[in-house]
């Protein structure tokens, strides 16, 4: 049994630490609030955008000449290709499941998927991925660590220009993003998204998925033109809103570990505190039991 004095200290930590929790639950609550309003702004241009470019697709007049792009006759059933696996997390930690989450995900994705591909390799943007699986038997591919920690336009503009040129290049054929999915502070779903290349639906799903884009559209000035200009916008929103969906993500899982932390520290002190005095009482209680019995000895020898 823990001494008066080491409660004492354990006790005097726990608070320590309880106020370093709240503080940090408090910094991730407004950073969170910024995340949050910037993936709900940015997710409704990254979806039109990429519905525009769908159904701008499956116009019968355009030809597509660009590498990044297929139709969906043009793609190869039952063909193994070379796939990079782009693996999101973030850089620092105590922010509960949110990475390890991922990570578990990734795992189990890459052992169902790995006889359809002839290869998957893991690309990584943040920390936490990397660190684990560079120890694990993979086939640990590129990692962007200065895209890592606060996410701007720029850095996404980056990491989608280094894929495209991967792909481009032909080191491999097929790109692949694992991220964890923003729905609130404390849910996050880790995420497969195809992100390259970028295939073009059928006239009939076309039809069905079109969520308001008019069946009939006039292009000006010239259609491969305007292709080209959304194809230019195209995956770095895509990509900036990924990293957008996995900053939020990032931040509420933290608060909500941090809210988790600050409570177990309060239910910790409060269970140390009476052992504490519990000890404290029966130390008591001895020292006046002392202090009578020896009154009494010294009655009786007079």
């Known amino acids: 049994m823990a001494s008066i004095k080491d409660l004492k200290k354990r006790i005097q930590s726990t608070k320590n630490t309880q106020m370093t929790t709240k503080a940090m639950k408090m910094v991730s609550a407004a950073y969170l609030r910024r995340a949050q309003d910037a993936i709900l702004n940015q997710r409704p241009y990254a979806k039109k955008l990429g519905n525009l470019l769908k159904h701008f697709l499956t116009m019968n007049e355009l030809e597509i000449n660009s ?30 499941g949110f990475n390890s989450n ?6 189990r994705w890459v052992n169902e998927h790995s006889s359809e591909y002839e290869s998957i390799q893991l690309g990584f943007v943040g920390k936490k991925g990397y660190d684990f699986f560079k120890t694990k038997k993979f086939n640990i591919g590129p990692y962007f660590q200065e895209l890592g920690g606060k996410v701007t336009f720029m850095k996404a503009r980056k990491l989608s220009e280094a894929l495209v040129e991967m792909f481009v290049s032909g080191q491999v054929d097929e790109v692949k993003v ?46 491969t033109e305007v292709l080209a200009a959304l194809l230019e916008k195209h995956f770095p929103i ?10 939020a993500g990032e931040h509420g899982a933290r608060m909500s570990a941090m809210e988790n932390a600050t409570k177990n520290a309060g239910e910790m002190i409060l269970a140390l505190t009476m052992d504490y005095n519990k000890q404290r009482q029966a130390a008591i209680t001895k020292e006046l039991l002392e202090i009578i019995a020896g009154s009494e000895s010294q009655k009786a020898a007079q």
């Open 102 to 107: 991922l990570i578990r995900r990734t795992q």
């Open 178 to 223: 694992m991220y964890n999915l923003f729905q609130n502070a404390i849910s996050q779903i880790p995420t497969v998204e195809n992100f390259l290349p970028l295939v073009a639906p059928s006239v009939d799903e076309a039809a069905q998925s079109a969520e308001g884009v008019a069946p009939m559209v006039i292009v000006k000035p010239d259609p």
């Open 238 to 247: 895509q990509a900036f809103r990924i990293l957008l969906e996995s900053q």
């Open 67 to 96: 590498p990044l792009l297929k139709k969906a006759e043009e793609v190869e059933v039952g063909v193994k290709k070379k796939l990079l696996l782009l693996v999101v997390t973030s850089d620092r930690g105590l922010c509960g």
